[in-house]
């Protein structure tokens, strides 16, 4: 059986203004190189390597992105397998709904690979290499997710408690941890037990559908219906709205995973995995040129993500983010780089919509 | 008599790329206030308490500004007495033999106040009323120059010394001195005989003409034939071509008043005044008001200037000069604000000429 990736790209994030808007969020952006994360995603699974093991991907986003992901699929030349189209956002559990019932509907015995499309992988062979190793656990009834190696103290994840151990990598899941503050960041770390939980899930398609009755029967009828009653066109099935409107949004992890007892974790995965929050991330990561390149006169360790055409000239100054496009113009403190979704707050207060 | 003011716009600067550039220079560019820094100059001698005591004024540029200049002027309804014309640059020498030449064909026994067009007064009243003051030595043959009050050992400027006393704060130069070192210019500040040299110039035409038959001969007789067979059209005055070439390139102050006894210096002139080189100094004076205005998150003591709806975001960072057009973004530290001249140079250098 193949495992069907399924990639969740509706999201749209403040804290990558200017380029990340809603009009087209960070996913779709060449961010990190001359492809889009999106993009980036997508190919994950689609090289020469990985390719036997890996169905087509299912997308699933808002129905506003629809033409920018078949653009996007079209530029790299991937032909999807369907693009789930919501008409709003309902958080994870209805995505993962949604995609267990599609995969087990027309894939049976089918697995599924939730995956955020906004991650950055800086060794993918390492990470499809665990999806892989990950899928035997999944075979046998267990949604596996994946635990990042923690690598510093984090306060802006959710970790992942491993308990008993399964098979090599893999052990049950103790428990999920909200966002910890400092002090139990790094008594977490200290431990060895927690990794970071990246929002990837692993399924066998039946046993997601069973836990989902289980445990969160309103979200699993209501995206059920949602998608029989989805109108067509192509590859596209966009979501009835009248019925997806009714489902209650909430994530996976607290409708599903935080209950179940066949939740298991492979961790550590240390395949430089960064979900590129920020600026300050994108930085640590991006090997984008711009085009013209900035003028740099005694400036050190500066970010600059410029649209095409826009210079930017850099004199005397260092750790700082400059993102320009022809009418906005973000001047950061790299290590300030979490508090750019203000900026988006205050425009949206003093009514500048349009440079949102 | 009236007093003439010859104003100078010819230059074009470097350091305040973006804003200023060979198309539009520094003097053009509202940089201080809604109006541009040239409008600002000229409009000192236009107010209704100046007026009386100033003629109409003379502007001298380079000919590719006519267009620049005509348009400013009408802007601000001032009617200029002519605008000179040069097609190349050949420094103040040529421009204050032209000028002197053409107020003592125009204006019998007219003064002439040679002024730079892009430099900030805050106090324009004290400066009028030194010119007023400087009037009664210059019509006694003495080619008076303004000496700034130095508050800081500055190394960017000239100094003027001053020597015997002539009448009230004006005497006659003992020397003109070159840019200093730190060391020399903090001896300068504290010996209190020394004022900034402003490169303003007050004299009697025939006075001027006079030291420069006697000093520059040469640049007399090029300047006054390249005037003479100039094209007119209108108040444009068009100077030829193959005769302004021939003219030697030199400032006044080499060519005549570092040599002639006629040299004399009010001093120290206290009126708010800064040349505005850098953005440094435009964020120490500037009004101007960005619009939409800067969005700042954690930010303090920055200088943005944003071409009109080009939105500025700061966040974390400090004494910074940011300004953006729709394709240029400049970020500076405010202390390094000198060296933005040399981003047109890395510009040139790499054949960037349409970002220059």
């Known amino acids: 059986m193949s495992i069907h990736p399924v990639i969740m790209c509706g999201g749209a994030g403040t804290r990558l203004w200017p380029a990340s808007d809603k009009a087209c969020p960070k996913q779709f952006h060449r961010l990190i190189s001359d492809k889009s994360v999106f993009q980036e995603t997508v190919l994950r699974f689609c ?15 808002n129905a506003a992105y629809a033409d920018l992901i078949e653009a996007q699929l079209a530029e790299i030349g991937v032909e999807p397998c369907a693009i789930l189209l919501e008409p709003a956002g309902k958080n994870t559990a209805a995505v993962a709904a949604m995609a267990a019932r599609f995969i087990a509907d027309h894939f049976p015995g089918g697995l599924g690979l939730l995956v955020p499309s906004d ?9 499809i290499n665990a999806v892989k190793e990950g899928a035997a656990i999944a075979r046998t009834g267990f949604i596996t997710t994946f635990g990042i190696a923690a690598c510093r103290p984090e306060t802006g994840f959710g970790y992942i408690q491993a308990g008993a151990p399964l098979e090599g990598p893999v052990s049950r899941v103790a428990a999920f941890r909200e966002k910890p503050d400092a002090v139990t960041a790094a008594r977490y770390l200290a431990s060895g037990q927690y990794s970071w939980n990246a929002g990837i899930f692993l399924f066998d398609a039946e046993t997601l559908l069973m836990e989902l009755e289980a445990y969160a029967p309103d979200i699993l009828l209501a995206s059920s219906n949602a998608l029989k009653a989805a109108r067509v066109d192509a590859t596209k099935i966009f979501l ?3 019925i997806f409107a009714t489902i209650r949004s909430t994530s996976i992890d607290y409708a599903v995973m935080e209950k179940t007892q066949r939740a298991a974790v492979y961790a550590p995965l240390d395949c430089a995995w960064s979900d590129i929050g920020t600026w300050a991330m994108i930085g640590d990561v991006s090997d984008r040129a711009n085009l013209p390149e900035p003028v740099s006169i005694s400036a050190s360790d500066c970010l600059v993500h410029a649209a095409d ?9 260092e750790n700082l983010i400059v993102v320009a496009d022809g009418r906005r113009v973000l001047v950061a403190a790299r290590d300030k780089a979490q508090d ?3 900026v988006v707050q ?7 919509d349009t440079y949102l």
């Not at 390719?51 to 997308?59: D, K, V």
């Open 340 to 342: 750019v979704g203000q």
């Open 119 to 127: 991650h950055f992988i800086g060794q993918p062979a390492v990470f």
């Open 346 to 352: 205050a425009l949206k207060e003093r009514g500048l």
């Open 309 to 317: 055409g826009v210079l930017v000239a850099l004199v005397g100054v």
């Open 47 to 61: 090289s020469a390597d990985t390719g036997e093991a890996f169905a087509a991907p299912i997308i699933i986003s």
């Open 240 to 242: 009835d709205p009248e």
